[in-house]
């Protein structure tokens, strides 16, 4: 994963810089790094932490003087998160200096040829076996920086973003991408590097965005020169005009990005559906679906494929798309299916679904179902990101930046789009009829009103965590359309609060889970007032007679639950598999009032990142 930025041109690169990483700390944050160029030399500081620590290192070492930088923010692979293995790394003559978010896979083989011919190495990471085997193609070569790195990807397996720079020719970075996204932010003057347009959106609103294999010599007197890395050929630069400002990066009031994000569902969701879902005319118009309907309409099934939230949020749409499509869908890890061989071919719809469009997993998962002859839709937020690049056709969910590392408006909305998608189809097969079709464009309209609704159960929420903040363990359970959502709940809290969690359909608690049930165990039941209704609240009986502690999640209005659990948070009436769009969201103002309790990093949490780029 990993954040970069870089920066050249008339400004002093030390602020631009900082806060660039700042903001890219979503991307991981085990340990940061600035390197400077300020005309004579490079000044150099790194250190384990975070970009805080970074600032206060260098306010007590270095004056950050210069307008050439590079910096980084680490999720470490190779290399414990200490101040040696943090970025930048240098070469060994100290003339070329390198960030680098991502893999290479074959670097100790690398390795030991540079050793044999005398390199020697202060980390243990990759990242500096990539720096010294660019030096060494310079040297041996005489040449030009640019060129020296080109040869070295060349040598190279693996996934990178990479910035480096020369101190014998202080005009010019070289940046390169494959697997890892970069982009490059074009000013009056000025050029800016990182990983997404966050770090230069004050600065400038036009980017190029590399595509995989493909480096750019980034200089100030020469116009952007982009090249494919394996044959050479000359690029012409497309400057996309950015959408996104500044003020949906930053928290706008909130603690917490995650809190802040929570709350913009209401509106995340309705941007999912503006344009889309015409209720007045009773269509629903998608471009990405028009212009493939044949493949949707013939295809034998459709399999799903993500990671994680996005994983949870397309088990949601198995059951919503099965039920509306009459369609047989599956739902796999991208993480398994990429290596599994799965029997696929050009009958097949493959979904994937990837809130940063960066997965590596994902991503690679794609690849092999394209290969196979399916065709895949990408369901992505990340604009122009390498998933929704990587695919035939797509819907992105336009839910905004999602900055906490912690997904919270990312499955909303993405449950949102592939509803409307199933209904879509639907209404092409002629499995629903116009009256259902109707009710639901109406229902789901409407559902951000009702989102708003139970937003303001948070203080509920908040009485809750605090009674349960300091337990070791949590059960999540869910039937139908909110199993999932039970998923979604547990994996929330356990990825922010650091309490083991699980997700369970509720009548699988009596295989097993049933087991771990006492008083000490508080048990969230998704209990809305459908199907499964008698039946949960049967379930919900046996874990009363247990002595296990019931957080109901209700239809507004129950009467039988309310009488039986310890605590219950109401939802709105809604049709029943449009309801984990509202039932999902105490669950996330649990997990997150728990962890703030806990003084736990909510926006960043342990050992995560929000853009996973190696499998
Ligand atoms: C959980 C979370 C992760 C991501 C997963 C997939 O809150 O954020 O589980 O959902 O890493 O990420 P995307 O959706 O970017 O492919």
């Known amino acids: 994963m990993c954040g970069i930025v870089g920066y050249i041109g008339h400004r002093d690169a030390y602020p631009v810089i900082l806060k660039g990483l700042q903001r890219l700390e979503y991307r991981g944050y085990d340990s940061a790094g600035i390197a400077l160029y300020d005309g004579l030399e490079i000044k150099l500081s790194k250190t384990k932490g975070k970009v805080a620590d970074l600032e206060l290192k260098f306010s007590q070492q270095i004056e950050p003087k210069g307008s050439l930088g590079i910096g980084h923010t680490r999720w470490a692979t190779h290399g414990i998160p200490n101040d040696t293995n943090s970025h930048p790394h240098f070469s060994n003559s100290g003339d070329l200096v390198i960030i680098h978010n991502g893999i290479i896979e074959n670097y100790e083989a690398l390795k030991q040829e540079l050793i044999k011919r005398g390199y020697h190495f202060s980390s243990d990471t990759d990242t500096e076996v990539l720096i010294n085997l660019i030096e060494d193609i310079q040297k041996n070569n005489g040449l030009k920086l640019g060129k020296a790195v080109q040869v070295a990807l060349n040598q190279v397996i693996g996934a990178y973003a990479i910035a480096v720079f020369d101190i014998k020719k202080p005009n010019e970075i070289v940046a390169a991408r494959l697997g890892s996204p970069l982009a490059i932010g074009v000013g009056e003057g000025e050029f800016f590097i990182a990983s997404d347009a966050s770090p230069f959106l004050e600065y400038t609103n036009n980017a190029v965005y590399l595509e995989d294999e493909e480096m750019a010599i980034i200089s100030l007197h020469n116009p952007l020169n982009i090249r494919k890395i394996k044959d050479d050929r000359l690029v ?31 509106h995340a969701i309705k941007d999912t559906y503006r344009g889309r879902l015409l209720t007045d005319e009773g269509i629903i118009k998608m471009a990405g679906i028009e212009d493939h309907m044949a493949k949707f309409l013939n295809a034998n099934r459709i399999i799903i494929v993500a990671c994680g939230t996005s994983w949870h949020a397309g088990l949601v749409a198995e059951y919503i798309i099965e039920e509306l499509v009459r369609v047989p869908v599956e739902v796999e890890y991208a993480s398994e299916f990429r290596y599994r061989n799965p029997v696929i071919d050009n009958s097949d719809v493959v979904i994937a679904i990837s809130q940063s469009g960066e997965t590596a997993d994902t991503l690679a998962a794609i690849k092999l179902a394209k290969e196979k002859g399916a065709f895949v839709f990408g369901v992505c937020n990340v604009v122009g990101s390498s998933i929704s690049r990587e695919t035939d056709a797509g819907a992105y969910t336009h839910a905004g930046p999602e900055i906490g590392v912690a997904s919270t408006k990312a499955f909303t909305t993405q449950i949102t789009v592939l509803t409307l998608i199933a209904l879509r189809l639907a209404k092409a097969k002629g499995t629903i009829s116009n009256t259902d079709f109707r009710a639901h464009l109406v229902e789901l309209e409407m559902i951000p009103k009702k989102v708003e609704e139970v937003l303001k159960s948070e203080t509920l929420t908040k009485e809750i965590a605090a009674i349960y903040k300091d337990v070791s363990n949590f059960l999540y359970l869910g039937r139908g359309f909110n199993f999932p959502v039970a998923l979604e709940g547990a994996l929330k809290l356990k990825e922010i609060s650091y309490i083991h969690a699980e997700g369970y359909p509720a009548a699988e608690m009596k295989h097993g889970p049933i ?31 247990r002595k296990g502690k019931i957080i109901a999640v209700v239809t507004k209005g129950d009467t039988q639950v309310k009488g039986i659990a310890d605590h219950v948070i109401e939802i709105p009436e809604t049709i029943e598999l449009l309801s984990p769009l509202l039932t999902t969201i105490p669950l996330q103002l649990l997990s997150y009032h728990i962890a703030v309790m806990l003084d736990k990093n909510v926006d960043q949490p342990r050992n995560l990142a929000k853009s996973v780029t190696v499998e």
Do not use: C
């Open 236 to 266: 012409s630069p497309y400057v996309q005009e950015l959408k996104i400002n500044l003020e949906q990066i930053e928290k706008g009031g909130y603690d917490h990005f995650m809190l802040k994000e929570i709350f913009e569902q209401p």
């Open 515 to 545: 087991a771990l049930i006492d008083e000490n165990m508080p048990i969230a039941v998704i209990a809305t007032k459908y199907g499964h209704y008698e039946k949960v609240v049967s379930n919900i009986q046996e874990i009363k007679s």
